[in-house]
């Protein structure tokens, strides 16, 4: 990576985010908070932001990726001053193992987060339809329920009156009477 390109990667993860008073560095930093479509969001926007510093085209095959992860958690758990005062050549390939391992993982939890949203609205989706087949049953269905009745002596004339229905609609189907 050319010096110049290097020094405007480092300026802008030490930049602070608008609106914050966190740098871009901290922010990519923090984890993922709940599930919802506001985490999403953010996840989104993370992986945007590396994407447009080019973390998805840099080349690292040379560094092993076990070795991209050792740089990457040693920015993780260093302080962004500290991170600072090493040595810029140090600096730079910590950093940037740092932002191409968190593309990385930052597109496997948004594949997760998209597919647990997913499974959320169709669950909400499936209760609603259930409450409306629920309200749409009629009430003289309810009640001609065999279940519905209080002595033994109406539920054997309703399970008959039921049974005759059954037989004649059955029959009708056939095209003959049973």
Known sequence: MPPAKAQRLIESAYSTR???????????????????????AETFDKVRYLKSLGAHEWDLADIALAKQQAYARQ?????????????????TIELVCFLRATL???????????????QQLFREAADRAQARRTRSVTAPEIV?????FETPG????????RRGQWLESIGAINGSPL
Do not use: C, M, N, Y
């Open 18 to 40: 608008q609106g914050t008073d966190a740098t871009h560095l901290d922010w990519l930093k923090a984890p993922p908070k709940r599930h919802g479509p506001g985490t999403l």
């Open 104 to 118: 990385l993982e930052l597109t496997d939890i948004a594949l997760q987060q998209s597919s647990r949203r997913s």
């Open 144 to 148: 001609e329920h065999p279940l519905e």
């Open 75 to 91: 920015v993780q758990a260093r302080r962004p001053v500290k991170t600072r005062e090493i040595k810029a050549t140090r600096q």
């Open 154 to 161: 109406k539920i054997g004339l309703a399970f008959e009156k």
